[in-house]
C-alpha cells in the first residue's frame, strides 16, 4: 500500500515537472522568435541611416569641386570605410540569426559558373594591386558551365573566403580554384600563401566569434563571423567545407558543394528546422 502512494506521488511530480518543460521550451521558442525578429528590424532600421551615410561620405571623399582639403577628404574615407564595415557587421549578425532560427530562405539557381571569375576579379583585383599579391583563377578543364545551387549564398561564401585570403597574405598569391570531382561534387578552393592557422585552432574558427588570436584580430581587425555563417550556408546546401593550413606557409579551404534541385533544398531546410 504504502509503495504504491509513493509510486503514485513520483508519477505526479513526474507529470508536473514535464508540464514545467513543456512551458520553458515553449518559452523558449517564443523568445527566440523575438530575438530573430528585433534582429531583423534592428538590422533594417540600421541600414537606412547607414546608407545615407555611405552614399554622402563616398561623395564627400570624392571631393570632386575641391572643396575639402586633403586631410578633410580623406576623413571623408575613413567614414566611408568604418560604414561599410559596420554594415556588413550588420548584415552578419542578422545572416547569423536567421540560420539559428532556422529562418534562412535559400533558392537554387541555374547559376553560370563562367560568369564568376570576373565578378571576383571585379572585388578583388583592386585589394590584390594594392598589397602587390598575385589573384589566379583556375577551372578545371571539365568544368560543367552551370550548377544548380543558391548563386547568391555562393557568391557570399567565395567572397568571405577570398577576403579572409587576401587579409591574412602579405606577399605571393591567392588563388580560387574551380574542379568537378568524381563524385560529382563542385570542389571550389581558395589557397592562400598567408600567415596559416595553428592545427589547434582550426577547428574553432568556423564557431561564431573565434579568432586565433585577440593580437591577430587587433592587427588585421573583424569580427569572427565570416566562417560561422561560410560553412552554415555550405552545410545548408548540402556540402562540407574543408581546411589545410601551416603556420607561415599557407592556408587552403575547399568547398564541396553537391547539384542540388528545389525538392532537395527544401528537405535539407526541413530537417534543419526539426
Ligand atoms: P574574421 O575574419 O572576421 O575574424 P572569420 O570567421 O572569417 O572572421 O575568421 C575567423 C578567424 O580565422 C580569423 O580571425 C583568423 O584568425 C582565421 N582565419 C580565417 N581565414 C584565414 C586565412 N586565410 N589565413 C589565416 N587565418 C585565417
Redo the contacts with the bound molecule.
Sequence with gaps: EEQYLIAEQKTKELEKAKEELEDYSEQLQKSSQYKTNFLANMSHELRTPLNSILILSQLLAENENQTLNEDEAGFAKVIHTSGTDLLKLIDDILDLSKIEAGKVILTVDEVNLTEIPELMKLTFNPIAEKKDIAFVIEMDANLPNVWYTDGQRLQQILK?LLS??F??TDKGSVQLRFEHTSQDMLAISVT?T????PKDKQKL?FEAF???DGN??RL?G???????ICSEFVKLLGGSIELN?TIDKG?C?TVYLPQLSQEKLDSILLAQQE
Design positions: 568571405n579572409n585570403a587579409k591574412f592562400d598567408g600567415i596559416g592557422i574558427i573565434q579568432q586565433v591577430t584580430n588585421y573583424g569580427t569572427g563571423l565570416g566562417l560561422s593550413s592556408s579551404f
